[in-house]
């Protein structure tokens, strides 16, 4: 279920990832790239049995401090992660108020990203992202492009998509995952 929808377009794949501009201790331009709070949305709903939030706790005139917190209610594991985002500028000047909020709400969805990747143990999620990395950087196809494509060939067949649909006992061609 998590690769079928990882993987479901480029667009979405693409939302899994995220990349952040720095410069090395060289002044070369790099980036820092890794799993995106999308992905840590998807993930989340194909663990279940858990609760997880994000918000912001505190804000002390240069940082805004927002906290994650995530709960696997089967195993009684409890993960709490904070963020500190900065709201002042490169030359001091402190945001205004509308962008002190947006800043704690990306941090609050960066903490809350970082507690859910922490507290899903890495061996089940980690093969999800590569297939996202996959498909956002093309090296593999997006499941909505395989989908059509298998259709297509079945149609050839003489298996319209209504028939394969309802050999499969599903309703939309959308239902239609690697594992149906």
Not at 33 to 58: D, H, K, M, Q
Not at 59 to 69: A, C, K, L, R, Y
Not at 136 to 143: I, L, R, V
Request: one cysteine or more; aromatic letters at 4%; a positive charge.
């Amino acid at each position: 279920e998590g690769k079928a929808l990882v993987t479901f377009s480029d667009d979405m794949a693409q939302a899994c990832m995220y990349a952040l501009p720095r410069k090395d201790e060289n002044g070369k331009r790099i980036h820092i790239t890794g799993p995106s709070a999308r992905f840590a949305e998807v993930i989340l709903s194909c663990y279940g049995n858990c609760t997880s939030g994000g918000r912001v706790v505190g804000e002390d005139g240069q940082f805004i401090v927002s906290q994650g917190v995530f709960h696997d209610l089967e195993k009684n594991n409890r993960i709490v992660m904070e963020t500190r985002r900065r709201i002042a500028g490169k030359a001091g000047k402190k945001f205004s108020a509308d962008m002190i909020g947006v800043t704690g709400n990306a941090a609050a969805a960066i903490a809350h990203r970082n507690a859910v990747l922490k507290g899903i143990p890495k061996a089940l999620w980690l093969p999800l992202y590569e297939a996202a990395v996959a498909v956002a950087t093309g090296s593999s196809k997006p499941m909505s492009e395989r989908r059509a494509r298998a259709l297509a060939v079945l149609a050839k067949m003489g298996a319209p998509a209504d028939m394969v649909l309802a050999e499969l006992g599903i309703s939309s061609e959308v239902e239609i995952t690697e594992a149906t």
